[in-house]
């Protein structure tokens, strides 16, 4: 019977990297892959997985990255734009780049090449229509938030997006929120490529926005929980947070429920 079992920590990825898109022009995702070809990536250590959206939008981007999550085999995913192009670093420094990580932060999830760490301090790597070699802050930079151009995602870290949300705008941010909670974290390397669009903040972009704030307003609101050990209030504040989950606030609160026969949960 031992034979039919398997030990997890044997367990090997079948190829060192998964590239995955979503595709609306093959023209331009063929030129993306022979890019990545001339860069390194070969039958050997990439697969290469995308969603046809060329007749109409099958998936967007939190459906088709969690299809790509989900399904991917590769020891780390890499989910971009077909309108990306590796037209300078190729896949040794990239291979540089996580092992780097590797050492100086072993709960990294995710890579990019341009994000931002608060509201003020942002990081980028990258050539595109807004600026040529644009090499902005020290990297490796822990960051909140990355932009969707080029995501690479360690596979081990089981990430998924939000199911209630959607669009084609925000999924980065979601991820690297979601990582967060999880206790991931994400950053900015020195990984430089072309991005052929300088991006597009329009009307479903506001919208996207928007989703997202109504969404992760509510998930940050105070919480109330109650496990089948023990009940539990937690707020953004540490000394709330001391103050309330004393056991005494738990008596007092039970001898109300029980004066008037009303439930305060």
């Not at 001339?38 to 109409?56: K, P």
């Not at 998936?59 to 995913?77: E, H, R």
């Not at 980065?172 to 900015?188: E, H, M, R």
């Not at 023990?230 to 947070?241: A, C, Q, V």
Request: charge should be neutral; hydrophobic fraction near 35%.
């Amino acid at each position: 019977m031992r034979e039919n079992l398997k030990n997890i920590n044997n367990y090997k990825p079948v190829k060192n990297f998964s590239v995955c898109t979503l595709v609306t022009n093959f023209d331009e995702f063929q030129e993306m892959i022979t890019s990545f070809q001339r860069a390194g990536f070969n039958d050997e250590n990439t697969e290469f997985i995308y969603v046809d959206n060329s007749n109409s939008n099958t998936d967007d981007g939190f459906s088709g990255l969690n299809k790509f999550l989900n399904l991917a085999s590769g020891k780390y995913i890499i989910i971009c734009h077909q309108d990306i192009l590796l037209k300078y670093d190729n896949i040794d420094v990239l291979n540089h780049c996580i092992a780097e990580l590797d050492i100086l932060d072993p709960h990294w999830a995710i890579l990019g090449n341009a994000g931002f760490n608060g509201l003020t301090e942002k990081y980028c790597r990258i050539s595109d229509p807004w600026g040529e070699n644009t090499k902005i802050g020290q990297f490796p930079a822990k960051v909140k938030s990355l932009d969707e151009n080029f995501l690479l995602i360690k596979n081990e870290a089981n990430l998924a997006l939000s199911h209630d949300l959607n669009g084609f705008h925000m999924y980065g941010t979601d991820l690297c929120t979601i990582a967060s909670f999880l206790g991931w974290n994400a950053y900015v390397i020195d990984f430089h490529l072309h991005h052929k669009s300088g991006g597009n903040c329009n009307e479903s972009f506001t919208l996207a926005k928007k989703s997202f704030i109504d969404k992760y307003s509510k998930l940050l609101s105070i919480l109330y929980i109650r496990t089948t050990c023990t009940p539990m209030i937690i707020t953004s504040s540490p000394f709330l947070n001391r103050l309330l989950n004393r056991k005494i606030i738990y008596s007092i609160r039970k001898r109300i429920e029980t004066l008037f026969s009303i439930n305060l949960s």
